[in-house]
């Protein structure tokens, strides 16, 4: 079973197609099917089902692109390893971070890993934190900003707690009050994030927990937009203490949320036993000592 077969399962699966697959392989789209036969033919069975412009995995396909994810991860663990007992250090941090929060987190670190190291090149990856899980997986990148808790598969070194503020909309009734619940929302919309956010899992899971469904009245990755979606009425939004303090608004109510459950608590993950080279293991230094508190 080649490793190639098995990356060109992987792209389709994640761009959900061939062709875009082939731009990130820099291959060509014959190439990229012929890969996919290839590894159907050798397995037996089909791997993928075609769905007009998109693909879906079958049951059999599902096991393959889980065991890829793992097989193509440790092959790039390897090659890390390798090159350390060599000494030939590419020089290179692979590092994930989610848009939300990374500005006042993240990006002071940046000038002071430079300053410390400036042969390593920085090579950032930025997605919400459920894609850069994949990414993890999938070994094309070392470090990844996360919100706790996260999967079994990762460990993880704290970063920064925050509790969670509601951004209420003008005239809501319960924006004079000092905390809320989620059980007090429930009859306003919610504006949520994008697909891919961990921070939407973290507020879905919490209103089920209250016996709700929340309504939801829009989605965005822009915060900036969805405080503006707030100020013009069209519902709530929940941000991070540090991150609503940088978005005020003269026409919305900013509450604390009563629910320590779901504090938004970024971390920095890798992937359980995976390898770090020695300029992950230098970001993760640098962040303890910019976060010693951090829990």
Known sequence: MELRNLRALVEVVRRDGFSAAARTLHATQPTISKSIRQLEDELGTPLLERLGHGVRLTPAGDIVYRRALSMLAERDSMRGELDELR??????LRLGLPPLGSNTLFAP???QYRRRWPDIDIRLMEHGSQALEDHLLAGEIELAGSLLPVPDAFDWQPVRREPLM?????GHPAGRRRAVSLADLRQTPFILFEEGFALNRRILDGCQRSGFQPIEAARSGQTDFIVALVAAGQGL???PRMIAGQRRHPDVH????DEPDID?????????GGFLSHAAQAWLALAREAAPDAR
């Open 87 to 92: 000494g030939l250090r590419r020089g290179e």
């Open 109 to 111: 670190l940046f000038a």
């Open 166 to 170: 509601v951004l209420l909309p003008p």
């Open 237 to 239: 939004a929940l941000l």
């Open 254 to 257: 900013y509450v604390l949320l």
């Open 264 to 272: 938004w608590h970024m971390a920095l993950v890798w992937r359980r």
